[in-house]
């Protein structure tokens, strides 16, 4: 069984920052691909950013500045830096992995998701 985590939500003013987490566990043989996507009230679920075990990062054109996304591999974790926030990123975010419990089979997974509200 493998769970993901997420923390570091909550609510923050316009322009300021958050950082959220999101930890792996279970019985966790490799970690691939690790991502995070948002959804907003009556909207679909879009992505952020992705990283993967190397440390190549993709995001979504409208966070490229704002948003980093980093893991610390040892720790089957993975964190968005979120800075200049603003009130069109409130969302319940969502972390996602590609995580295999076997060799070589890997299976996607997602967490329940941490609220970001961004609010003066």
């Known amino acids: 069984q493998v769970h993901l985590v997420e923390s570091g939500g909550g609510l923050v003013q316009p322009g300021g920052s958050l950082r959220l987490s999101c930890a792996a566990s279970?019985?966790?043989?490799?970690?691939?691909?690790m991502g995070w996507y948002r959804q907003a009230p009556g909207k679909q679920r879009e992505l952020v950013a992705t990283?993967?075990?190397?440390?190549?990062?993709d995001y979504e054109d409208s966070m490229k500045g704002r948003f980093t996304i980093s893991r610390d591999n040892a720790k089957n974790t993975v964190y968005l830096q979120m800075n200049s926030l603003k009130p069109e990123d409130t969302a319940v975010y969502l972390c996602?992995?590609?995580?295999?419990?076997?060799?070589?089979?890997?299976?996607?997974?997602w967490g329940q998701g941490t609220q970001v509200t961004v609010s003066s």
């Open positions: 279970g019985s966790i043989f490799s970690i691939r691909a």
């Open positions: 990283i993967t075990s190397g440390g190549s990062t």
């Open positions: 996602n992995a590609d995580i295999s419990t076997i060799a070589p089979r890997y299976s996607n997974y």
